[in-house]
Structures are given as structure tokens and as C-alpha cells.
């Protein structure tokens, strides 16, 4: 409503400036019209004269708006009209200057004919001294505008001065009522205006407002499962808010069951290790360290602490992952990148009856989208595994390659592999194999892959190995430029 009030405000501003100047132009278009028509009937011969002068008064004072006033001098001495309008302060009788005052030009006209000095005949203007001009002035102290003209008659020795005249007063208050009028008319206007939009808007916004009553009525009492329900006459705008808030919906109440979940698994997961500690410390400090049971349980502390250290690293890992922001313009070397991880494992690894064999098919940089720490993260966990729920003898080969336009890293093993049965449920957090039971490990490794994989928009595959064995984990990442 505002924009609309000030258009408003403007186009009373336009108007009553329009009406201002049309007025003041149509009112000195009068006076210089009237002082003419007198000026040429006193320019008539002695016995028309007689005859036309007062006609032309009479016309002056029963058409003129608003009220005007005449005055003719002849020389010094007032001859018509009303004597206290006198002649111009700089007007004398004896001086024969023309136009020592700019005439006064008729302005957006479309009169195409010309004229002289204010006359279409020249010999009506042949004897002017001072053409028709306007100047302002006073008449029993109130301000008046006068059109003033000057000639010479037939034979005569003296001009005649011409005025006519009328009070600014007047102009101003048929401005004023004329303005009122069309200020009026907007304010009027605005108001039905404003009762129309406020109709409409409280119209428009009804299904809405039932919407928000939903919304009330569920946060008195909230259900499990809250979505918006449409009516039949629900619009199309409403639609697409209710398709949006309930899938909103959807996505927090899936959230929120994740998180339930996670807290319920980390927990349980938790509660394992602890509670193998606890025990194995009750028999250490029964049977003492140097004994048979002292040593087992010692042993078994450190598979506890080991089994809970990771973990919670893990945990970390994960909870960074879906927390850290990626720029899309992120980009890094998937073979300096997979060359440092297996440079921090090695001596890890070593303690492993495995061969890591790493492959090239070419030795230049292989650029890819994505964030290289969260890249190297998930290349260690994908190779952790590999090594870890591989067979004793077995090998692990970390093969780099590209090809249409991604970039691709390969980690195979000739472990006991994944049962296919088991493959989308591996990617589930906590989820551990039937072959996985007597292994260190938390269940979220690959949970962690393919969590870090959707934040880079890669993709992350897993197949049988080479002649159906073991298992490849294939990771595409999608090249730069």
C-alpha cells in the first residue's frame, strides 16, 4: 500500500501543478485578449468608438472568470474603468518608445497564423506603441496581475493607456478549490483501493490461514507423523507450499529418526567394549597380571580399547562429514592423494601378512572435483578394509585410472569378498557381516564412504574381485575442467 500511496501523492502532485499552470495561462490569456479588444475598439474612428468601447466592456464583465477590472487613461487623465488602476511607474505621456517591455507571446498554441505584435491584422497593431504585456501590481493593497497595452489613436497627441486587471486572490483560491477537488478524488480513491486489496488479500491468503491452523492445532497436540492436508478448493500456490512443507517434513522426521538411531547404535556399541574391558579388569585384579588369566585379560583390554579407540573415530569422522561444507570448486590430485594415504599406512600395514600393490596406467595428475582431505579419508577407510577382512597371504592392489571424464581408483582384494545378500546393507551404519564378528570394528566404515562419496558427488560401487573373488571397491570422481 505504500507504493500505492506515494503514486498517489505523485499524481495529485502532477495534477495540481497542471491545474496551477493551466489556470494561470488561461487567466493571462483572458487579459491579454481583453486589453486587445479594448485597445482596438479605442483605435475605431470617433463615432464607432462611442458604440464599440462599451460593448467591448460589457463582454469584458459579463464573460471574464474570475471578475476583472479595466482602467483607460488618456495621457494622465483617467477616461474608464476604475481609476485606482494606474498606468505603469515607468509610463510617460511624451515618450514614443516601442516596446520597452517584451510583449507578451501566447505559449502551446496551435495557431498557425501569424501575428503582429499580438494582432493578426498589422494595421490593427500599426499605432501600438507598447504591445500587451503582463506585470504584476496592487489595488487597495491586494495583489492583482495586469495586462497593460499603450497606442496612439487617430489624430490624437496623446496615448492611451490600456489595463486590464484582476486579483491573484481569486486565481488562487479556484487553484485551490480545483486542487481540493482532485486531491479529494485520490484520497477517495485510495481508500477503495485499500478496502479492495485488504478483500483481496485477506481473500487470497484464506487458504493459507488454514494452513497455519493446522500447524497450531498440531503443536497443541502433536501427532507422529504431521503433513498438510488440501481441500478441494485449495489453490495451486498452496499446493506447492504443502508438496514443500511436507517434504520438508518428511526429510526432519527421517532425520530425526537417523539420529535416534545412531544414538541408540553408538551406545550399544559403545556399551561392548566397556563392558569387556570392565570384566577382564575384574580378572586382572583377581588373578593378578603374570598369571595365565591375568595375560588373556590383558589381551583383551587392549582388543576393547583398540575396538572402542576406533570407534569413536569414527564417530568424529562421521559427524564431521555430514557437518563440513565443500566448495563446488574444490578440486585435488586422486593419485598424490591416494600416494600420501598409502605413505601413512604402510608401516601400519606391515604388520599384516599382506602385498599392497599399487597401479598406474599413466603418470600424469589426475584432477578431480572434491575436497582432499575428506577424499583421503575415504580412500583409507576403503584400503583399512580391504586389509583388514583380507585373507592371510592375501594382496590388496590400489589401481588409478580415468576415463570418461571422471576419475576412478580401484581398491581389490582376494578376501572372503561380501555376499551379495549382504551388499546394501554393508553401507548401513553399525551394520557388521557374518564375516566381520571376529574383527575389530564399529560397523561405519563403509557407512563413512559412502557418506563422504554423496558430499564430493562421487560415486562408490562395490563388485567381486578379479575371477569372482574378494571384493573391488570402485570410487569415481568426476575430473575438473
Known amino acids: 500500500m505504500l507504493p500505492l500511496a506515494a503514486l498517489v ?17 488561461t487567466s493571462d490569456r483572458v487579459l491579454t485578449g481583453s486589453v486587445r479588444t479594448l485597445s482596438v475598439a479605442l483605435d475605431a474612428k470617433p463615432d464607432m468608438r462611442a458604440r464599440l468601447v462599451p460593448l467591448a466592456v460589457h463582454l469584458l464583465q459579463r464573460h471574464a472568470q474570475p471578475t476583472i477590472f479595466y482602467s483607460v487613461y488618456h495621457g494622465d487623465t483617467p477616461v474608464a474603468g476604475l481609476a485606482a488602476l494606474k498606468p505603469p511607474p515607468d509610463y510617460d505621456a511624451s515618450d514614443r518608445v516601442i516596446d520597452r517591455h517584451p510583449p507578451t507571446t501566447v505559449t502551446g498554441s496551435d495557431r498557425k497564423s501569424r501575428l503582429h505584435r499580438g494582432y493578426i491584422d498589422p494595421n490593427d497593431a500599426r499605432t501600438v506603441i507598447q504591445a500587451a504585456y503582463l506585470r504584476d501590481g496592487r489595488i487597495d493593497g491586494k495583489s492583482v496581475r495586469i495586462a497593460t497595452e499603450i497606442r496612439l489613436t487617430r489624430d490624437d497627441q496623446y496615448p492611451f493607456v490600456i489595463q486590464v486587471a484582476d486579483y491573484v486572490d481569486d486565481r488562487h483560491d479556484y487553484i485551490f478549490n480545483q486542487s481540493a477537488q482532485v486531491v479529494g478524488g485520490g484520497i477517495l480513491i485510495l481508500m477503495i483501493a485499500v478496502m479492495l486489496f485488504y478483500q483481496a488479500i485477506t481473500w487470497g491468503l484464506k487458504p493459507f490461514s488454514a494452513l497455519t491452523q493446522q500447524i497450531e492445532e498440531a503443536r497443541k497436540d502433536p501427532p507422529a507423523h504431521f503433513r498438510l492436508m488440501e481441500s478441494s ?59 595365565p588369566q591375568g595375560k588373556t585379560a590383558l589381551k583383551n583390554i587392549a582388543h576393547a580399547v583398540a575396538s572402542l579407540e576406533r570407534l569413536l573415530q569414527q564417530l568424529i569422522t562421521l559427524a564431521q562429514t555430514d557437518e563440513q561444507a565443500i566448495d563446488p570448486a574444490m578440486s585435488f590430485d586422486l593419485a598424490a592423494t591416494a600416494a600420501s594415504v598409502l605413505d601413512e599406512r604402510i608401516e601400519h600395514f606391515s604388520r599384516f601378512d599382506i602385498d599392497i600393490i599399487y597401479e598406474r596406467s599413466e603418470q600424469s595428475a589426475i584432477c578431480v572435483k572434491g575436497h582432499p582431505l575428506l577424499a583421503a579419508e575415504l580412500i583409507g577407510n576403503l584400503v583399512d578394509n580391504a586389509v583388514r ?43 557388521r557381516g557374518p564375516a566381520e564378528s571376529d574383527q575389530i570394528g564399529s560397523g561405519l566404515g563403509l557407512s563413512i564412504v559412502r557418506s563422504l562419496a554423496e558430499r564430493m558427488d562421487a560415486r562408490v560401487m562395490l ?18 575442467g
Open 463 to 480: 563388485n567381486n574381485g578379479p575371477n569372482g573373488c574378494g571384493m573391488c571397491a570402485t570410487v569415481e570422481f568426476q575430473e575438473t
Open 9 to 25: 501523492m505523485i499524481f495529485g502532485g502532477i495534477a495540481c501543478w497542471a491545474i496551477a499552470k493551466t489556470i494561470n495561462t
Open 233 to 291: 478448493d485449495t489453490p495451486r500456490e498452496a499446493i506447492s507450499f504443502i508438496l514443500a512443507f511436507n517434504a520438508l517434513m518428511a526429510r526432519m522426521e527421517k532425520a530425526a529418526e537417523a539420529m535416534r538411531q545412531f544414538t541408540t547404535n553408538a551406545s550399544h556399541q559403545m556399551r561392548t567394549p566397556l563392558a569387556v574391558a570392565r570384566v577382564h579388569m575384574g580378572l586382572l585384579d583377581r588373578f593378578g597380571p603374570n598369571s
Open 389 to 431: 577382512y583380507n585373507r592371510p597371504g592375501g594382496s590388496v592392489v590400489i589401481r588409478l585410472g580415468r576415463g570418461g571424464g571422471r576419475g576412478r581408483i580401484e581398491i581389490e582384494d582376494d578376501g572372503p569378498g561380501i555376499p551379495e545378500e549382504h551388499r546394501e546393507k554393508v553401507w548401513e551404519r553399525f551394520y
